[in-house]
């Protein structure tokens, strides 16, 4: 039997972290404390499952509050925090980046404060094994040309307000373990999709709106490329890493799926005709309009995860194919969780930026 351990997720009623809550809670000897401010991006239904569980407790509490966050390491005694609380979406940050600099960088400043108080009251043993895993993605090395990989090494280059303050947070979560011996890890992941994903992000977007038959937005010509990494893959890579990994290292998590944008939304639009096909329109792909290029958005993202692979004997399980299909099956089985986002400041922001009904 492993010895108890103590997990504090920020960021858990969001979409990764509500898959690596899932994840962590399917091991009796684990304990999960959710600590979550409930943002628009977040909902407590993704984790219906996890409430009645006794291992699971959930505290909404903002990063940026520092007594809030000492509260939840004193009452919890963490062995393990996981990092993910975040302002997420790139074209936020373009309209209204104070948010992302915000959480991202001053509340993860916050996050480090509070773990170096806590860990220098441990005991020796205790030090020992806690871990404090920083969750980052990929964007922080800018973009790719047609060729290469991102590597551990990949010089930091952002280009958007999004993976800047991302890149600000990884600068100090390493700082924090150089500077004060923090027990520090880093992920870099790419483009996660999956069960659970707030519909402004591509894929979640393009399947809804391609079921209802509502115009699908393709920022420039569709040939930029991403990494698809499906979700659950990534929140096993995350506690294999926070278990496993050297303190202070970095490790890249990718699907080893590289598409372009439009590929993808052609995808999406062949397997909902083949699923559901709509009264009206034949080809959701007639339903394609090639929009305003997103300002300073990159080309290609692909990255490399060898390393990691070979460290830890993580892989990722699902293709590209079968992970899409599953996701297009939850978007179409789960109203519940559709319709308590679809209220609000949610339905506000997609009038406004789509032609949403
Ligand atoms: P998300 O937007 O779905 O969820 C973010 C969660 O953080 C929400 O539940 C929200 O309520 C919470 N949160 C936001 N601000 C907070 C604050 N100030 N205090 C407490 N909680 C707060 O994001 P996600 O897609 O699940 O991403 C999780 C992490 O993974 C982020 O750090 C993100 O940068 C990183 N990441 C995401 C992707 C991706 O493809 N989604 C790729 C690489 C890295
Ligand atoms: P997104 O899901 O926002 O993730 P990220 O910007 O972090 O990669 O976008 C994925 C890709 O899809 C990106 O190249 C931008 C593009 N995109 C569109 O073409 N149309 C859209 O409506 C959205 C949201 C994204």
Known sequence: MNSPRRVLVTGGAGFIGSSVVRHLLEDPDVEVLNFDSLTYAANL????????????????????????VQQAFTEFHPTHILHLAAESHVDRSLTGPEAFIKTNVLGTGVMLQVARDYFDRLSSEERENFRFLHVSTDEVFGSLGDEGQFQPDTPYDPSSPYSASKAG?????????????????????????????????????????????????????????????????HARAIWSVAQNGKVGGTYLVGGEEE??????????????????????????????????????????????SSATCKELGWAPQESFETGLRRTIRWYLENDAWLESIRSGAYREWMEENYAWR
């Not at 239904?45 to 809030?68: K, M, T, V, W």
């Open 259 to 304: 598409h372009t944008n439009l590929d993808v939304v052609e995808t999406i639009c062949n397997i909902l005709d083949e699923e559901i096909p709509h009264a009206e329109i034949k080809d959701r792909k007639s339903l394609i309009e090639f929009v305003t290029d997103r300002p300073g958005h990159d080309f290609r993202y692909a990255i490399d």
């Open 169 to 233: 947070s990884d600068h100090l979560v390493r700082a924090w373990g150089r500077s004060f011996g923090l027990p520090v890890l880093i992920t870099n992941c790419s483009n996660n999709y999956g069960p659970c994903q707030f519909p402004e992000k591509l894929i979640p977007l393009m399947i809804l709106n391609a079921k209802e038959g509502i115009k699908l937005p393709v920022y420039g010509k569709g040939d930029n490329v991403r990494d698809w990494l499906y979700v659950e893959d």
């Open 45 to 68: 239904l993704s984790l219906q499952c996890c409430a009645d569980n006794p291992h699971y407790r959930f505290q909404r509490g903002d990063i940026c509050d520092l007594e809030a």
